[in-house]
């Protein structure tokens, strides 16, 4: 055997190990014991350390020196795109550093939970502090020599969006945030507000609704399986995708988009050509384009006049009765806009500016040109600016999300990203599927999903996260679509 | 850091590990989606080979050679004691014999099921006998040199009951089994037989009436829980210890004593000193050891004459009225024995007759006095003898159980070795706890187990098995107390 084949054999393994490491993760969440924590953190730090150990084996390095990849065909070259990508980048980082901020940011996920809970920002300062150091020393490493053009934000992105950087995003974003301000304002401000559901659903019949929904965006059970779990999400590749959903009495479009949502990104993972099962090009490609089908599946898909017309049947049956005239009600209902401070639980117009806000911030901390002392002020101020409102607690402004506790930098945009290429795919989808709302209007996703699965999904890791949206749409990704979609729909349901 | 604090920082994680392989076998058989059984076995067998190479790493007998074990504590020295025992034994075997056994007993088990399905033990034949040869040639490679004193079946026992040998255990068996073909004979031919139930039985009130007992037996679902699997079995040590069960429309017996049974073992795991957490202690130390657990937990006390009449009206309390009038006649079938060819489903009578006719031609197949030729004869003409029955079919012989076929040789002696460690035990029990009948009156077996987990169970590793049940009964384990318990108990209930 060659070097290729060699390297591709222990990578095989590698990826297998991988995705029990992930299933630990399923586990903790959905089936574990309470009293277990203490052991599984030692389970999990152990095949953490496995997998650390066998990505920067220097053996690999020896592997990737020998293979002429001329020779190699292009699935070989994307192979070997992504170890070379995952073995110079973990070697780069000093194991000192890796370990330390393994440390610090195990124990910052606590730390931040207490302060939140006690919206003890300046507790929590220090830590964040500490964070921002060792995330900024790690840049560096990884752009000694000249990598990334020297930019270290563009160095942290590269772990979730290979081949994005902060300047790109930065266009991109800066050309979505007057507009979606000004829907923003104009949704917020109409005379017409569509009403919400109201009244109480029950639990069981939501987790029925929720399973067939899966089943009918294309979602697997033989390759998965749905439970509840506190936050939803989706997890492992291949052959053993698994989703989660949590149901809540007053609000069961909660559960239905929840689920919509994660299936989108098993469906992604679940479509993935069995050739690539456990290499590296075997998962999806990049969180931008994982939140792409997620959000399409959800959004443009999932909260079109279409789909939620056929849903607004399907309610009544699961659900009996409820305060919703009709479809056009319910269309209204299911796109509701409403101000908050949160996030996660924001709509499809604002989700965009609060995912804004954080980029921006984050890439200032990173380049050393914001201090975490000034963070709260800096978020304050541009919440008010962006949102109207003035923040009233940590607990719903710098201290909301748990992901710069963990060490997560660069990670935020690929979720702005994911809109934007579902934006983008949703078109070319609408251009390659003309009868698509008939699909959506008779409850079935599924068939036109195909596209998605045979012009995205089906690819995996073959190409960079831009190239493979460029090849299913033609043409680069912008906002354009994404805007005018919203716009669009917006203006109809609130009657601008 | 010395040389021992390396060591067991490094044992650490391969228990870690191993804890990891052992619940991704748990997920398999509760969770798994069917389609991902090909993926699942490429997983496992990743995390297997990651444990191999780490027991076999020369770094462990690098630092088993620089310990100086006579300056360490009572609980240093057996760590040492597990972790040489194991890792000499993995280095003893060619890694191309252990690659060869893996691969062919992998094969062998679907082989198996296939055979037995279609009664064909001429198909199957050549692949035992290519597994008796590899299992011959390991024994070899384990006695070289010297130990075991060149006895291989020794050699093979010793994976499953260190520092148990076949000729003690020979002379154990022969001295049962006369006693227990006279009982049957004697059981199966009395004029008074006590009547089973009829009838069918809510399987979900049988779910809940299995959780309540697991929980009266001592079981923690803190760090446990309990799912429905195709087989009972427990799984895990420490802080996650979780079994499944069982149901049956007609016989909740089945989902009764196998959830009683599994808890025996997992509350031998889940009472192991959490001082050896991680550590060689921290799990149960032989198989032997282990069904003593299982079985003093089902029989000697979930089948006693006085927690079988708690258990009537629990039984009425789930069920409702059903067939049999008083607590005397559930005694009874509770306790019932019936011909039957398969082990499994086997009384407490005739239980340990299908292991001792196991255990002669085992260890004569690898003596190499009997070959896989005659194997089918040999056990149908030992049937015949012990139970007074003609085998009519290999499913109900021969091919009946899997274990030969995965490479299973000196296991099945220690199924009976805990039934004669339980009947020791319950008997040593029984003297430091005078009112155990009154606590298993009460349904509460929990309370006196306690005599169990503080003179059994707390040791996990720390003993040897007979060094173990020695310290706890204050004598040698023998059959007395086993033999002496079934007689009298079937003479009460058969009227002898």
Redesign the interface.
Known sequence: MGAYEDLMGYE??TQ??G??AG??GW?QET??????????A??S???E??LHGRRTHPRVGAWLAQINEGALDKVGRANMRHIRRRYERSRRVPSALAGEIARVTSEAQGQWAEARATEDWAGFRPVLETIVRLKREEAAALVAGGAYDGDPYDALLDDYEPGATGADLQAMFDAMRPRLVALRDRVLGASHQPAGLEGRFDESAQIRLAGELAIAFGY??????IDKAVHPFSSGS???V?ITMRTSKTDPFNAVYATIHETGHAAYEQNIARDH??TPLGAGVSMGVHESQSRLYENQLGRSRAFTGWLFDRFREHFGEFDIADAEAFWGAANRVYPGYIRTEADEVQYNLHILLRFDLERQLIAGTLDVADLEEAWNTRFAADFGVAVDKPSNGVLQDVHWSVGLFGYFPTYSLGNVYAGCLHQAMRAAVPDLDAFLGQGDPATPARWLRDNVQVHGGLYEPAELIERACGSAPHVGPLLDGLEAKFAEIYRL
């Open positions: 095989r393994q297998a190990l995705q029990v299933r630990l586990d089936v574990m014991p309470r009293g277990a924590a203490p052991q599984r030692e389970e730090q152990a095949m350390q496995v697997s059970l033989a390759h998965g399986r291949g052959l053993d698994r099962l456990l």
